[in-house]
């Protein structure tokens, strides 16, 4: 199974997401099974594998505009292993500013981490996300992002 595309999946009423069994597979082999749960815009989650997330804290140390982004992701996140279920807990900070995220969502593969969205938010996600995800992959390219 390629890391590509998106599949429906639920936060169940314990805050634990459940990852897409056709991505687990591919998840533990490449990475293990810790993650580190976060959010960008606290609608959405990322879920980035541990050894993704440690490279990305690594990049930050000698890139000023990945530290300020990494430093805003630390804020509403946490490190979460996938339990036997496939399932991964959320932050407690992210179960209070966004109890939409409980219920059916949308699991998507990006690259080397998963983007999680509310049923209810996803056309909108979509649009809004394009430039978020240009302007990330720029600043680990050691690009600059260019504030409004």
Same mark, same amino acid.
């Given at each position: 199974?390629?890391?590509? /595309?998106?599949?429906?999946? =639920? ?26 749960? =976060? ?8 879920v980035y594998? *541990? ?6 804290? /690594?990049?930050?140390? =000698? ?13 509403? /996140? ?6 036997g279920q496939?399932?991964? *807990? ?17 699991? @998507? ?15 909108? =996600? ?5 430039? @978020?995800?240009?302007? *990330?992959?720029?600043?680990r390219a ?7």
């Amino acid at each position: 199974m390629e890391f590509c /595309g998106h599949y429906k999946s =639920t936060v169940d009423p314990k805050w634990r997401l459940k990852l897409p069994a056709e991505y687990r597979g591919h998840l533990q082999e490449a990475y293990g099974d810790a993650f580190f749960v =976060t959010s960008a815009d606290l609608e959405s989650l990322l879920v980035y594998p *541990m050894p993704v997330w440690e490279a990305m804290m /690594g990049e930050s140390l =000698t890139n000023p505009s990945l530290a300020e982004k990494m430093s805003d992701l630390n804020m509403c /996140g946490r490190i979460a292993k996938m339990d036997g279920q496939g399932k991964v *807990m959320i932050s407690e900070y992210m179960r209070l500013k966004n109890p939409a995220l409980m219920g059916p969502v949308i699991v @998507a593969a990006v690259v080397d981490h998963l983007e999680v969205y509310p049923l209810s938010l996803v056309d909108k =996600t979509l649009e809004q996300n394009k430039i @978020a995800n240009r302007e *990330m992959a720029r600043i680990r390219a050691g690009g600059h992002v260019q504030k409004p």
